[in-house]
């Protein structure tokens, strides 16, 4: 038996190059004039610009959507008010949304840097010293003019009452710490004289101790007598 290997193209396959080929209908007649004829848009309608007067048939064209600026969103009121709070205010909002942070002032820099160090003292209880100095005092070593010779005499007699209770003053002074020089070499020769006592009953322990293990007849009698 014979196998034929003769295998003949399908008609499908044969036929690939011309599937999407339709014949044309020959019912609809053909008119060539349309093909002589303007187009349904020309170059001039294409490029016209749109009129206000609209047909009642059509569609009116939807505006272009506006973008919102920033300035946009802050009240008109704000641009001439003059006040230094309101221009701090409004620096602070414009450089915070149209610039960045670097390309602010130096002196918008130091007054956000003033304002945060305000806010932290203010939670803060730590105690911080000032760098301003301390105001001196006025002194009052002049002498005072006098205005009649009452007033100088009075004046005078201040002065030596002031004089007296200064030397009093400076001798009660004097006569204190004397007293407290005597009161501490007192305590010094009290306190040898504690440890030199405790030394002593110390060793009279210990010769007592060393005693009661004798075995003498005179000091047991002694013990015998003194207890009875």
């Not at 048939?57 to 272009?64: D, F, H, M, N």
């Not at 949304?97 to 730590?126: C, E, F, V, W, Y």
Request: proline share 7%; glycine share 4%; net charge positive.
């Amino acid at each position: 038996m014979t196998l034929n290997t003769d295998f003949t193209t399908s008609p499908v396959l044969a036929d690939d190059a011309n599937i999407w080929q339709f014949p044309l209908s020959s019912g609809a007649p053909y008119n060539d004039s349309y093909s002589h004829q303007s187009p349904v848009f020309s170059e001039h309608d294409l490029f016209i610009q749109p009129t206000d007067t609209t047909s009642p048939g059509l569609v009116t064209q939807r505006p272009a959507p506006e973008f919102v600026q920033p300035h946009d969103l802050h009240p008109r009121g704000l641009e001439g008010s003059t006040s230094p709070a309101s221009q701090t205010s409004q620096l602070g909002r414009t450089s915070s949304i149209d610039s960045p942070a670097g390309s602010m002032s130096l002196s918008h820099q130091q007054l956000l840097r003033r304002m945060s160090l305000a806010t932290i003292d203010l939670n803060d209880d730590s105690y911080r010293p000032r760098n301003t100095p301390a105001r001196r005092k006025k002194s009052t070593t002049g002498r005072i003019a006098p205005r009649s010779e009452k007033h100088a005499r009075e004046l005078e007699l201040n002065r030596k009452a002031a004089t007296k209770c200064r030397n009093r003053q400076k001798v009660f002074i004097e006569h204190l710490q004397q007293r407290c020089r005597k009161e501490e070499e007192k305590m010094q020769i009290q306190t040898s004289l504690v440890s030199a006592l405790h030394d002593e009953v110390v060793a009279l322990r210990n010769e007592v101790l060393r005693q009661s293990f004798c075995d003498c007849r005179f000091l047991s009698g002694a013990n015998s007598a003194l207890h009875s």
